[in-house]
Each structure stands twice: as C-alpha cells, then as structure tokens.
C-alpha cells in the first residue's frame, strides 16, 4: 500500500503551513492609476484621521520590546519579524494603500509588553493575536498562547524581562482557532500538564471546534486562506501590508495541549491561584466554541475575540460556517449588562485595551449595534426580494458608526457580512429561475465571450473601461475571458492590472490581499511550492476516531467504489473503541461496534494510525512488526485504500482547471 494512503490529511493547523509557505518573487507591481489615486485621496478625506485615541490607547503601559519583535528561527529565516513592515512609520500614507487601511496597519505595528492594570499584562504584536498574561499568588496565568512555540516562547521571555519570573500554571483558550492556542508548548510543557502541575481551561466543545471546522473541508480552507492573507506576498506599500486583526500569520511550530478542564456553565466563576474569574460562553460568536473573561478584582473585562477595532467577519472568506451576527450582538450586550459597571479597562485578544467605564461601554454598544444591523437590516431586505449582491451593493452603514475606527471593514466587510446573512437565511439561490442551474464557469465564459463578439472585441472595450476607472467590471470581464481561454496573455494580464487596482482601494485587508493574490497568479500561474501536511502528533491527537473516518469518507473516489462492497470492523487497542466501517452504494460509513459480516478485523492502537498518517511507517511495515492484526480477507484493506482520493492544495483559483 502508498505510503500516502491516508494523507494528506487537513487538520486544524491549515494556519502553520500557511505561514510556513515560501515568499514568492513575482511580476513588479504596478503603479495606482487615476482613478485609484482620486479613490484614495476621496477617503483621506472622508474619515476623522485627527482622531489620535487608538494611538493613545495601543502604547498606553508599555513596557519594552525588542527590535522589530524579531523572533529568530531554526533557519536563515526568522519566526517573526516586524522589519519588512517599517515602511509604515513613513507619515503619509503610500498612495497604493487605502488610508484607512494603512492607518490600521500602523496601530498593527505597535508592539512590545504592556502593562493594563496591576497583575494584568499584555505582549502585543508579537503574532497575529495577543497573549495576555495574568499574575496570580504564585504563578502566571497564560491567557491564548499564540500561534507558534517560537513567537510563545518569545512572548514570555520579554514578560520576564520587567517582570519577576513566576512558572506558568494554568494556561486558558478563549477559543478553538490555532492562533490563540499554537504557541501552548512554548509557555508549558505536556509533562508538566500531565503530572498536575500545569492546568488548562478552555470552553466546553473546545478541543471538537479546534480541530472539526477545518478538516472536512480543509484542503479547500487552506488554499482559500493564501488569498485571505496575502501568504504569498511580499511586505510592502504594494503588497501585503496588515492583516486586518494583527500583522500577518507567524511561522513556526504549531502545537496543542487537551485541557484538564474546560468550563461548562454559561456563567461560571473559579479562584485561580489567588485571582478571581468569571468565565461567560458565548458558543456560536466568532467561533463555535468561545468564552469571555471577567476579572472582578482588576475590573478588567476581557472579550475575546467577540470585540475588535474592527468590524470582524460573520462569513470568512477563506471559507467557514456562517456566524450568527444576531446572536453575536446578544454575546455583547450580555457582557456589557453583566459586567460593565464592574469594568474599568477592556481588552481583546487582539488589537488594543480601551480604558474607562464609559468608554468601554460605549464601545460594547456599537459593537452590538454593528452586528445587529447588518442582521437586521439584511433580513429587512431579503424580505423585499432583494438578493444577496443588490443588498451588498445597497447597504450602509448608520452615519453614527460609519465615522468610527472601530466599525471599519479591515477584516470583515459590510458587503461581504451582508452576503453571509442571506446564506444563513435563505442558502446561495436567490430564487430566479435562471440561476438555479447555470453552466459551469468554464462553458458559461465561452458561450458569453462569443455573445460577446470575441476576445479581441471584448478586450477593447475593457481596455476603455480600465481606463475610465471601472475595476469591478474589467475584472469580471476579463475573469470570464480568462475561464473562455486560460492562455490569453492579454485577458490575463488586463485582469491583473484591475484586481491591483481594486487592491490598491480596498479598505480590507482581506480583500486588499486576496485582489492582489489573484493578481500575482494572473501574471505568473498558481505558484509551485513544496506540499506540506498540516498533520501534527498534538491535533491528530485531538481527531476523534469517527472524526477520522468522516474524513476518510470525503476521500473517497465514487467512481472508483462503483459496485463494489465491503464491510472492515476497526478494533483500537487503547482506547476501547470499536467501529465497523462499511462501503455500500458509493458511500463510506462507520456504525460504533463491530459488524458480524464483516470481511476484515483490524486491531491497532490509535498510535499506530496516527504515526501512518505522519508517514512514520506505513500500514504493510505496521503488519509485519505486528503493530496490526489482521483477521480475514487482507487484500480488502489494499482496495479500499485504492480507492481513496489525494488533494493538492495549489489548486487554481483565478483560472479554471486544466
């Protein structure tokens, strides 16, 4: 059998080998053009940049840093490294970045240790989130220990620079996504939590959204996210310049510790190490397992990531479930009634604290109201009939949140969120007829190129277009003549030259990095980089048995189990569990418990499948060292496993398939 028989495998580390992807040279950028220019000075003009608060407020206690909160890596190339982004201490913003854009980038640029309150630490800008660090009697409470070991390890180094060196002794999730629990193995050791020396809280369901949200569809996930945050592009003032929430992905090892203990009331307070919490679920917010922190001794409200200085996403665009902006806007609300007159600083695990029960009040309600009426006022017009891009294209913001930093599109975007409560509501159709079964991109290019009058009259008329400023549509059009002919250089290269432009406007860092992604691909094809499995011994450890086999079962060819039949009992040694996985009808399924018909009996350890799933051996080497039982029809394993599917990540995207 292939030693890749049961890889690749996308777990919940799609971020690590995202930021673990080469920088790729490509064609020089262009220059902004007229219109980009205009569209840019037009926003220069259109939002209070007097405004210095956020300023204030993001080096409010610092402490120290390092230069350019370099953190070195095994390699010539660092960790992190926040030298390539000095461009932006430059004044003005370059005239290929929105201006608020570039005003957010800058906050995203501050970095360093930061004291909030007494007791209450943050080290900030050192990866994409922050971790906060909360002394305790005797020890250090760890609050989201960052994406990597390395920029983890880095953190807590520069905390014991200015602060006495307590151990670490309880390390807490806010929530499931591998930027907030990466670095775990950089601030504590698995033995230490073994031995009950080290504690880890998380929310209940943590350790299932931490893995479950990016494996099924993880492949997909992981290319969708080069375009969300620019992996593949270079820092600079026509490149990727912030990603919205913090600088970009941290490189490094990605790892994950199961908690000891994992808070299952919706309110629920615990003593830890002489420091009082108040821990508030708030499932189904920005992740589907999330939980708010209240420190009433500091009165310091911490909300996680249901709170940024920025509008966040309902509908992620490098794919995920749709979030419930109604419910999200409830999450808030709660907290402010619950603890807003015991507050008196709020921080987030990402971007900067806001200071003062007023302020901080203020600031719950408008994020609130934010979430609330793109909900609201997006069902409003649904139920007029509208679809999803006229409603995109139709709503505004309030003029009272419209002016405020913190509603800003940097990482979601109200058109985009506006999109995703439509799915939520109504699914993709928009009820007319002729889009409910449409051609393909590929013959649907062709039919309209040819209605059309063909590619060089089509290309004429863009080139006006391009010319008058109309990105939106050079780029639709020349997208469809690029799916009509995938080698029209000029279709090509004009439709880069739009999405650059497009990118050059954008307020959003996902979009800016996503029109500038395709643009690169335009001009030089899917870039070729070494395969990475994202499978690593901690998140294998945390894919369920049943998780495992789902997987399994979107691997599998239909074409190839035509016809066929197959019954394989799964019998693991150290776990207890037993499942009999059946093929029938093109379909792989598993039932707990063995099945009497079945052709094959595998006994194993859960050990043994993971180290063949991290090609530490193989399933043949695995049953001759006796590490598999067989019983049965041995050749049954080979054939189902023959039939399985492998998934390449650099799939095209700006083009069709070949």
């Not at 059946?582 to 194993?604: F, K, P, Y």
Request: charged fraction near 20%.
């Amino acid at each position: 059998m292939p030693r890749s028989s049961l890889l690749p495998i996308a777990f919940a580390a799609w971020a690590c080998m995202l930021a673990t992807a080469p920088v790729l040279a490509q064609t020089a950028p262009k220059a902004p053009e007229p219109a980009t220019l205009k569209a840019n000075a037009e926003m220069a003009k259109a939002l209070p940049f007097a405004d210095r608060q956020d300023f204030e407020d993001a080096m409010r206690g610092f402490i120290g840093t390092v230069p350019d909160a370099l953190v070195p890596g095994t390699g010539a190339r660092p960790v992190w490294n926040l030298k390539p982004y000095d461009f932006l201490k430059a004044d003005a913003p370059a005239d290929s970045v929105n201006p608020s854009l570039w005003r957010q980038a800058q906050l995203n640029l501050i970095h360093g240790l930061f004291k909030v309150v007494d007791k209450v630490y943050q080290v900030r800008g050192f990866d994409l989130a922050n971790m906060t660090i909360v002394e305790g009697d005797t020890s250090l409470i760890v609050i989201d220990p960052l994406l990597s070991v390395e920029t983890a390890r880095a953190a807590l180094d520069l905390y014991y620079q200015h602060r006495p060196r307590k151990p670490v002794g309880t390390v807490i999730y806010t929530h499931g996504h591998s930027d907030h629990f990466g670095g775990v193995k950089g601030v504590v050791s698995e033995a230490d939590v073994a031995a009950g020396k080290v504690q880890v809280i998380a929310p209940s369901g943590f350790m299932e959204s931490a893995v479950a949200e990016n494996i099924l569809a993880g492949t997909a996930m992981s290319r969708r996210a080069h375009y969300q945050f620019g992996v593949l592009l270079p820092s600079g003032p026509r490149g990727q310049v912030d990603a919205g929430l913090g600088k970009r992905l941290a490189s490094g090892t990605t790892t994950l510790i199961a908690p000891t203990s994992t808070i299952e009331k919706t309110t629920e307070e615990r003593t830890i190490d002489g420091v009082a919490f108040v821990f508030q679920l708030v499932p189904g917010s920005e992740a589907p397992a999330e939980m708010l922190i209240h420190l009433p001794q500091q009165r310091v409200l911490n909300m996680a990531e249901d709170v940024a200085h920025t509008m966040h996403n309902l509908y992620t665009i490098r794919g995920a479930e749709v979030r419930d902006g109604n419910l999200w806007a409830k999450y808030i609300d709660r907290a402010r009634l619950d603890f807003g007159d015991k507050t008196d600083v709020m921080i987030t695990q990402h971007h900067w604290p806001v200071t003062g029960r007023e302020r901080v009040a203020d600031l719950l309600k408008k994020q609130r109201d934010m979430y609330k009426f793109i909900n609201d006022q997006t069902l409003r017009l649904l139920n007029h009939g509208l679809g999803p891009q006229d409603i995109a294209e139709q709503l505004r913001m309030p003029a009272s949140l419209e002016r405020e930093w913190s509603a800003r599109g940097y990482y979601g975007t109200l058109r985009h969120n506006a999109k995703a409560v439509y799915q939520k509501y109504l699914g993709w159709y928009d009820a007319n007829p002729a889009n409910l079964d449409p051609l393909p991109p590929a013959p649907h290019a062709k039919k309209t190129v040819e209605y059309m009058g063909g590619a060089d009259a089509v290309l004429a008329r863009a080139r006006d277009d391009f010319k008058k400023g109309e990105y939106r549509w050079v780029a639709s059009v020349m997208n469809q003549l690029v799916f009509a002919d995938p080698d029209n250089s000029a279709a090509r290269q004009l439709g880069a030259d739009a999405l650059e432009q497009l990118g050059y406007q954008s307020e959003a860092t996902t979009w800016r990095n996503a029109y500038l992604a395709g643009a690169m691909e335009l001009r030089g094809g899917v870039p070729k980089i070494p395969a990475r499995s994202s499978s690593t011994p901690d998140t294998l450890k945390a894919v369920s048995n049943e998780l495992y086999f789902d997987y399994l079962a979107v691997r599998l060819d239909a074409a190839k189990a035509e016809g066929k039949k197959m019954v394989i009992n799964w019998n693991f040694t150290d776990s207890k569990q037993q499942l009999a996985l059946t093929l029938e009808n093109s379909a792989l399924t598993h039932a707990s418990g063995q099945a009497r018909n079945a052709d094959t009996t595998l006994t194993l350890s859960r050990a043994t499948l993971d180290a063949i799933t991290l090609r530490q051996t193989t399933f043949p080497e695995a049953v001759q060292t006796g590490q598999i039982k067989v019983e049965g029809d041995r050749a049954k394993l080979g054939e189902l496993l023959a039939m399985f599917d492998s998934f390449e990540t650099m799939f095209p995207v700006v083009e069709p398939r070949r």
